[in-house]
Nanobody, 120 residues
Framework: QLQLVESGGGSVAAGGSLRLSCVVS????????LAWFRQAPGKERERVAL????????YGDSVKGRFIISKDGFKKNTLYLEMNSLEPEDTAIYYC?????????????WGQGTQVTVSS
């Protein structure tokens, strides 16, 4: 059973940085795509970044140039999201997710979420 557990959320002033972590268990991470999503109050869930089975990375326009998605280099069982130049608009619950296959189109596996709050 694939499980995802996020950590690293918190409160930060605008312009600051945070790093989120997501420990993946139950499967070797290179077998699936992994992604970070976020959902702000009253808004739809938004995909922020993804990393595919070839370690290719893709970002949403709102975070491009500020956020970096990565996996740890050895065990590849931890997913990270480095968030820089944070803005109040980045305030949301952040979730890590895994696809069921090597195709990054469906996301059946989710973590419990971690809150990120950016104050102006």
């Amino acid at each position: 059973q694939l499980q995802l557990v996020e950590s690293g959320g918190g409160s930060v002033a605008a312009g600051g940085s945070l790093r989120l972590s997501c420990v993946v268990s139950g499967v070797t991470t290179h077998e699936y795509c992994l992604a970070w999503f976020r959902q702000a109050p009253g808004k739809e869930r938004e995909r922020v970044a993804l990393i595919n089975t070839f370690d290719g990375t893709f970002y949403g326009d709102s975070v491009k140039g500020r956020f970096i998605i990565s996996k740890d280099g050895f065990k590849k069982n931890t997913l990270y999201l480095e968030m820089n130049s944070l803005e109040p608009e980045d305030t949301a619950i952040y979730y890590c997710a895994a696809s069921g296959t090597g195709v990054c189109t469906t996301w059946p596996y989710w973590g419990q979420g971690t809150q990120v709050t950016v104050s102006s």
